[in-house]
């Protein structure tokens, strides 16, 4: 889905850099994702905001740092990462309805290509 | 939560032949859809299907949400098609959670 845009592409990264992911959507939609997908499993979601706002973290150790500077940005802010880290994150974005949150909604998720992340 | 299975879990086709991928998911759902994640790892939609049928080109999904399946038809493949094809699902009460299942991966063969 090219309409969810991810930068950068590829990124290695010693254990005590700090290094962000960007993802980028211009659909309107008010939910966006992080999934995160080791080699040979299947994409797992990581966090959600809704409206700008954290709404669910899926027990993510605090190296990973979520941040939604507005209604179309998403980043991931990393640091002190583990090897095991290592893996593709994913963004994805989807139309909601209006809070509250957790909210009933029946519309798919749009992903992006993904940020392909080394530790060393 | 709710459980997405799928099989095969590998296939290898000729170019050109059929195939049928299977989900099951385990309780009611409110999204369901269907991914081809390329050797890039480029993870494409291919449908949005909690119920009914959808075709596009030579892909088509039905998904019966009483009986708890979905399927995913590939009609005359190519090499393009391979890679791994996942299913994903969000239950009723919990439906900004996509669970994706093991995944099916294709290779076509030339």
């Known amino acids: 889905d090219t309409e969810v845009t991810q930068t950068p592409k590829h990124l290695v990264m010693g254990m005590t850099n700090k290094k962000s992911l960007k993802c980028e959507q211009h659909?309107?939609?008010?939910?966006m994702y992080w999934y995160k997908q080791k080699a040979k499993k299947p994409p797992e979601l990581m966090f959600v905001?809704?409206?700008?706002?954290?709404?669910i973290n899926e027990s993510v150790p605090s190296r990973f740092s979520p941040e939604c500077p507005n209604s179309s940005l998403l980043n991931l802010h990393l640091h002190a990462l583990q090897p095991e880290d290592s893996a593709l994150y994913l963004c994805?974005?989807?139309?909601?309805?209006?809070?509250?949150?957790?909210?009933?909604?029946?519309?798919?998720?749009?992903f992006g290509d993904g940020t392909r992340l080394s530790i060393l | 939560g709710i459980q997405v299975e799928q099989s095969p879990p590998d296939l290898i086709l000729q170019e050109g032949a059929n195939s049928t991928l299977r989900c099951n998911f385990s309780?009611?759902?409110?999204?369901l859809q269907w991914f081809h994640q390329n050797p890039w790892g480029q993870l494409i939609n291919l449908f949005y299907?909690?119920?009914g049928t959808k075709q596009n080109g030579r892909l088509s999904a039905t998904t019966v949400a009483t009986e708890r399946y979905s399927l995913l038809y590939i009609s005359s493949s190519q090499t393009t098609d391979s890679g791994v094809y996942f299913c994903?699902?969000?239950?009723?009460?919990?439906?900004?959670?996509?669970?994706f299942g093991s995944g099916t991966r294709l290779l076509v063969r030339p």
């Open positions: 905001y809704s409206y700008e706002k954290l709404s």
């Open positions: 299907i909690p119920s």
């Open positions: 659909m309107g939609h008010r939910a």
């Open positions: 994903a699902s969000a239950g009723m009460d919990s439906s900004y959670k996509l669970i």
């Open positions: 309780d009611s759902v409110n999204n």
């Open positions: 994805a974005s989807s139309q909601t309805k209006t809070a509250p949150f957790p909210y009933n909604s029946n519309q798919p998720q749009h």
